[in-house]
T-cell receptor
Framework: DAGVIQSPRHEVTEMGQEVTLRCKPI?????LFWYRQTMMRGLELLIYFNNNVPIDDSGMPEDRFSAKMPNASFSTLKIQPSEPRDSAVYFC????????????FGEGSRLTVL | AQKVTQAQTEISVVEKEDVTLDCVYETRDTTYYLFWYKQPPSGELVFLIRRNSFDEQNEISGRYSWNFQKSTSSFNFTITASQVVDSAVYFC?????????????FGRGTSLIVHP
């Protein structure tokens, strides 16, 4: 079975541009998480979904960030407009409906905003 | 509130040495779960182990072993006879119920460098 798939793996953009990160969770998993990893703050939970519904978005830094999950096999994290401080690695992870189970992570999307 | 502390930011050892990565957690819940993940230089996070709060039995998997002690709120990870391929960032995570869901909180990670 394929793992969590993220795209793009690397993105370099200029300040002010819109960035869209994509994630395909493991088939059959009910939970999807978006994390951001930086040297300064470590791994931060941005938002998570259960059965395609956003449950907690309190970790989303500000209104420039938005996330959607239109169906069980696809989610996006959008930053508009992007800023240099958004530079980080963004991870998507999924988990089965056993909500005490481990998370399965994608390979991450490394974003650089110039 | 949940909190995970990995006090060791970076550890450097020579191959074949044993090394222990510390993890101390805080939670008021009586039911919780602890995890270790490995992040090699390639970047993805790889799940290593999951323990629940009712099972304090230590676990060994090859060169890896985990020591869970509720009395000290610790879940330490030992690599025996370390190898260069063990070089990675290791994350400890705690998961307890929050608003009806179990959401993991990660420590800051310990970077392990194994020199040949």
């Amino acid at each position: 079975d394929a793992g969590v798939i993220q795209s793009p793996r690397h993105e370099v953009t200029e300040m002010g541009q819109e960035v869209t990160l994509r994630c395909k969770p493991i088939s059959g998993h009910d939970y999807l998480f978006w994390y951001r990893q930086t040297m300064m703050r470590g791994l931060e939970l941005l938002i998570y979904f259960n059965n395609n519904v956003p449950i907690d978005d309190s970790g989303m830094p500000e209104d420039r960030f938005s996330a959607k999950m239109p169906n069980a096999s696809f989610s996006t994290l959008k930053i508009q407009p992007s800023e240099p401080r958004d530079s980080a690695v963004y991870f998507c992870a999924s988990r089965s409906n056993r909500n005490t189970g481990e998370l399965f992570f994608g390979e991450g999307s490394r974003l650089t905003v110039l | 509130a949940q909190k995970v502390t990995q006090a060791q930011t970076e550890i450097s050892v020579v191959e074949k040495e044993d090394v222990t990565l510390d993890c101390v957690y805080e939670t008021r819940d009586t039911t919780y779960y602890l995890f270790w993940y490995k992040q090699p230089p390639s970047g993805e996070l790889v799940f290593l182990i999951r323990r629940n709060s009712f099972d304090e039995q230590n676990e060994i998997s090859g060169r890896y072993s985990w020591n869970f002690q509720k009395s000290t709120s610790s879940f330490n990870f030992t690599i025996t006879a370390s190898q260069v391929v063990d070089s990675a960032v290791y994350f400890c995570a705690l998961m307890a119920e929050s608003g009806g869901s179990y959401i993991p909180t990660f420590g800051r990670g310990t970077s392990l460098i194994v020199h040949p």
